[in-house]
């Protein structure tokens, strides 16, 4: 059971708008950035947004983040069938000493 | 360009010693925290602890009893011992730079398979 809440998948076809969402607390996502990473397996994990809504360098602009209270949003916008993926937010809790949590991840399918 | 890459057994037998080594290329370790991060199968991904170059060191206290991060600065690579492993400690594991609350992990290795079995 992951501390961060996410969907386990979404889908949407191409050149159509997603948003895949993460439900936190007032431990983590309440007092803390919100990172989002993009996950293809057998790869290393991409940062995709870092501080709740900056792009990481690189990064096209279709992607974007935002946080309101203890959730938090990734929208990828002019879906891509490159952008099928694994998506992953994190923060850290300061809870237990203080530690990252992550959510469980959204598989994304571009149909 | 940063790269990171780990390397160390696939294979640990049940209540040993789990050791991972990642390398670095392209940054100094003095300049940076330097973490592991691990993925079960089929499951999300889970912080294990992070380092600092003056080896400052700061762990999930879910694993904390059985972890230790090191670091050696002459070679540019930090290592992870995992003690008394069982199943459950079968994963994907992952360096990444940074762990600090207001940069995340903005750089990943490719992730070494451990599996832990008799």
């Known amino acids: 059971q992951s501390v961060l809440t996410q969907p386990p998948s979404a889908s949407e076809t191409p050149g159509q708008r997603v948003t895949i969402s993460c439900s936190g607390s007032?431990?983590?996502?309440?007092?803390?950035?919100v990172y989002w990473y993009q996950h293809l397996p057998g790869t290393a994990p991409k940062l995709l947004i870092h501080?709740?809504?900056q792009r990481s360098s690189g990064v096209p602009d279709r992607f974007s983040g935002s946080k309101s209270d203890t959730s938090a949003s990734l929208v990828i916008t002019g879906l891509r069938s490159e952008d099928e993926a694994d998506y992953y937010c994190?923060?850290?809790?300061?809870?237990?000493?203080?530690?990252?949590?992550f959510g469980g991840g959204t598989k994304l399918t571009v149909l | 360009q940063v790269q990171l890459q780990e390397s160390g057994p696939g294979l640990a037998k049940p209540s040993e010693t789990l050791s991972l080594t990642c390398i670095v290329s392209?940054?100094?370790?003095?300049?940076?925290?330097w973490s592991w991060i691990r993925q079960p199968p089929g499951k999300g991904l889970e912080w294990i602890g992070f380092?600092?170059?003056?080896?400052?060191?700061n762990y999930n206290p879910s694993l904390k009893s059985r972890v230790t991060i090191s670091i050696d600065t002459s070679k540019n690579q930090f290592s992870l011992k995992m003690s008394s492993v069982t199943a459950a400690d079968t994963a994907v594991y992952y360096c990444?730079?940074?762990?600090?609350?207001?940069?995340?992990?903005?750089?990943w290795g490719q992730g070494t398979v451990v599996t832990v079995s008799s």
């Open positions: 501080r709740n809504n």
């Open positions: 994190a923060t850290w809790d300061d809870s237990l000493s203080g530690r990252w949590v």
């Open positions: 380092i600092f170059f003056s080896g400052n060191t």
């Open positions: 392209g940054d100094s370790l003095s300049r940076n925290y």
């Open positions: 007032s431990s983590n996502i309440g007092t803390n950035y």
């Open positions: 990444a730079r940074g762990g600090t609350r207001g940069r995340g992990f903005d750089s």
